[in-house]
T-cell receptor, first 112, second 113 residues
Framework: DGGITQSPKYLFRKEGQNVTLSCEQN?????MYWYRQDPGQGLRLIYY???????QKGDIAEGYSVSREKKESFPLTVTSAQKNPTAFYLC???????????FGNGTRLTVT | AQSVTQLGSHVSVSEGALVLLRCNYS??????LFWYVQYPNQGLQLLLK??????LVKGINGFEAEFKKSETSFHLTKPSAHMSDAAEYFC???????????FGKGTRLHILP
């Protein structure tokens, strides 16, 4: 079955450490997205990519970095510069403009 | 530019009662509209979509939504609520002309026994 896989489901890190969240899709979608979800704040866009080797900042890109070396993969690194990294992170993909998003099951990151 | 407003961050209905979740949008070009559902600690799942075909759209789990251009609305309904419908629901607007995807802030649906 096609879908999006995010791993791990839960992640714990100490403050000051960088951490990378994995997102893999086998839907052959060109576009991929990273969202952050906090209670009561809905979804906020971190980064997105419409094509391999290209990506754009979203609304809250500071303290995050991404790469898009393969169509299937769009990893997100939460750096030590992100002041409040504890959150639920969602990866999504789509065929392109106007197409619905397909979401992974999320990674809950806790930084202490 | 597009925007979307979901009225009511929390909605409670009794089991078996009508579910109505409100969504109003604005868009300078013809919009594409979506409703997603999110269960706790999971990703979002597409319920239904409007992409300029029929104005009454049927989705999964017995949900439907009607696109009303004159009211700029895309409210989500279900005739009879079930306990399993308890979740958070998001209304989303985009277009087929650019990469902007605008999420509403979500409505948490509570089902009362």
């Amino acid at each position: 079955d096609g879908g999006i896989t995010q791993s791990p489901k839960y992640l714990f890190r100490k403050e000051g450490q960088n951490v990378t969240l994995s997102c893999e899709q086998n839907l052959n979608h060109d576009a991929m997205y990273w969202y952050r979800q906090d209670p009561g704040q809905g979804l906020r866009l971190i980064y997105y990519s419409q094509i391999v080797n290209d990506f754009q900042k979203g609304d809250i890109a500071e303290g995050y970095s991404v790469s898009r070396e393969k169509k299937e993969s769009f990893p997100l690194t939460v750096t030590s510069a992100q002041k409040n990294p504890t959150a639920f992170y969602l990866c999504a993909s789509s065929l392109g403009f106007g197409s619905p998003l397909h979401f992974g099951n999320g990674t809950r990151l806790t930084v202490t | 530019a597009q925007s979307v407003t979901q009225l009511g961050s929390h909605v409670s209905v009794s089991e078996g009662a009508l579910v109505l979740l409100r969504c109003n949008y604005s868009s300078s070009v013809p919009p594409y509209l979506f409703w997603y559902v999110q269960y706790p600690n999971q990703g979002l799942q597409l319920l239904l979509k409007y992409t300029s075909a029929a104005t009454l759209v049927k989705g999964i789990n017995g949900f439907e939504a009607e696109f009303k251009k004159s009211e700029t609305s895309f409210h989500l309904t279900k005739p009879s609520a079930h306990m399993s419908d308890a979740a958070e629901y998001f209304c989303v607007v985009t277009t087929n002309r650019d990469d902007k995807i605008i999420f509403g802030k979500g409505t948490r649906l509570h089902i009362l026994p």
